[in-house]
C-alpha cells in the first residue's frame, strides 16, 4: 500500500466515521423531532437509541461489504492471531539461515593460522635474504592452503611470489614498522593468517604477521596454581585443566601466539595415580602447580609444562 496509500486509508476510516456519526444524529434528531417513543420510552431517550442503533447499523453494513469484498479484511478480522504466528514462525526461519549463512558457511574464520608452520626472521640476515626467505614460505602457505581449502569450497590463490604485485606486498611487510621494531629486539616470528571471514566460493587470500620472538616463560617458572582440599575426593584431572586454561590465558598475556600458546603437560598416569593418592589421603590445603618444563619462546609451538603437588609450609608456632 505505501505510505501515502496508508494515510489515504486513515483518511477514508475517519470520513466514515464522520458520516456514521453525521447520519445517526440526523435520525436521532427526527425522531425526537416527532416525538416518536420506542418501548413507551420518552422520545428523548427514544431518539438518543434510534441514533445510536443507526450508527451501529450503518457500522455492520459497512463492515460486513468490505469482509464480503476483501479476502485481507477477513483474514484480518478473522486470522489475525496465525498470521501473527506466522510470521513470527517466517522471522525464526529467516534469522536461522541467516545465522547458517554467515556461520555454518564461513569455511575460514578471520585470525584463523592457514599454515601450521612459521617462518623465522632473523637480526642478522640482510634484506635479500629475508626477502628470498619471506618469498619460499608465501609460496609454501598458497600451496598450502590452496591443497586443504580449495576441496571445501574456496577458491584457489592465483600466482605466487614472483608476480610483481605479490612481490611488493611481501617487501611492504618487511618494512612494516611492527616487523622493523620486533628485528631491532631480535628474532621474528612470521604467521600467515586469513585476514577476514571467508565463505563458499570466496577467493582464499591472507595477511602475514610478526611476532617478536621473545622469552615468554623460563624454565621452571611458576605458571599458574590451584588450591585443592586434601582428604576430598576431588578429580584432579578437572583441576588439571582449570590450571593448563590458566596458563594457555597467561601465555597470551605474555605475548604468545594464541595457536601456540597450548599447553602441553608433561605428566604420566604413574603421576596422576600418585597425586591422586596424596589428596585423597592428605590433610590441609595443596596446590596444584603448573611450572615451565623449559626456556620457552614462540617458536617452541606449544607450552610444555610439569604439574605438581604441593603443600604449603605450615606457618610456625612461636
Known amino acids: 500500500m505505501g505510505y501515502f496509500g496508508g494515510w489515504l486509508l486513515i483518511f477514508g476510516i475517519t470520513s466514515l466515521a464522520g458520516g456514521i456519526a453525521y447520519i445517526g444524529d440526523r435520525v436521532g434528531h427526527q425522531v425526537g423531532r416527532h416525538r416518536l417513543t420506542l418501548f413507551g420510552l420518552r422520545p428523548k431517550y427514544t431518539s438518543t437509541i434510534v441514533a445510536v442503533g443507526t450508527g451501529m447499523i450503518i457500522a455492520f453494513a459497512v463492515t460486513s461489504i468490505a469482509l464480503s469484498a476483501s479476502k485481507y479484511a477477513r483474514a484480518a478480522f478473522f486470522h489475525l492471531d496465525e498470521i501473527n504466528d506466522r510470521v513470527n514462525q517466517l522471522q525464526h526461519q529467516a534469522d536461522a ?3 547458517s549463512l554467515h556461520e555454518t558457511n564461513v569455511i575460514v574464520n578471520r585470525g584463523n593460522l592457514l599454515f601450521d608452520s612459521f617462518l623465522m626472521l632473523k637480526p642478522s ?3 635479500e635474504q629475508r626477502f628470498e626467505a619471506i618469498s619460499l614460505f608465501f609460496d ?3 600451496r598450502e592452503a590452496n591443497r586443504k581449502y580449495v576441496p571445501r569450497g574456496l577458491k584457489a590463490f592465483k600466482g605466487g611470489s614472483a608476480d610483481p604485485d605479490n612481490q611488493r606486498r611481501l617487501r611492504n611487510w618487511l618494512v612494516d614498522e611492527r616487523t622493523q621494531g620486533f628485528l631491532l629486539q631480535g628474532p621474528v616470528l612470521i604467521v600467515a593468517l586469513s585476514d577476514e571471514n571467508l565463505f563458499l566460493n570466496d577467493p ?3 595477511t602475514l604477521v610478526p611476532y617478536a ?6 624454565q621452571n617458572q611458576r605458571l599458574a596454581g590451584m588450591d585443592v582440599q586434601g582428604g576430598t575426593q576431588i578429580n584432579p584431572r578437572a583441576v588439571f585443566s582449570l590450571v593448563l586454561g590458566m596458563v594457555s590465558d597467561e601465555a597470551i598475556r605474555q605475548g604468545m601466539p594464541q595457536w601456540y600458546a597450548q ?3 608433561i605428566l604420566s598416569e604413574a603421576q596422576v595415580s600418585q597425586i591422586t593418592k596424596e589428596i585423597r589421603e592428605g590433610r590441609g590445603r595443596f596446590q596444584i602447580v603448573a611450572r615451565a618444563a623449559q626456556n620457552i619462546y614462540p617458536h617452541v609451538g606449544g607450552v610444555p609444562v610439569h604439574i605438581v ?5 605450615r606457618p610456625v608456632k612461636k
Open 263 to 265: 599447553p602441553d603437560p
Open 204 to 206: 582464499i587470500h591472507f
Open 125 to 127: 640476515d640482510t634484506p
Open 213 to 218: 620472538d621473545k622469552l615468554i616463560f623460563t
Open 140 to 142: 609454501a602457505v598458497v
Open 309 to 313: 603437588l604441593v603443600q604449603p609450609l
Open 97 to 99: 539461515l541467516d545465522k
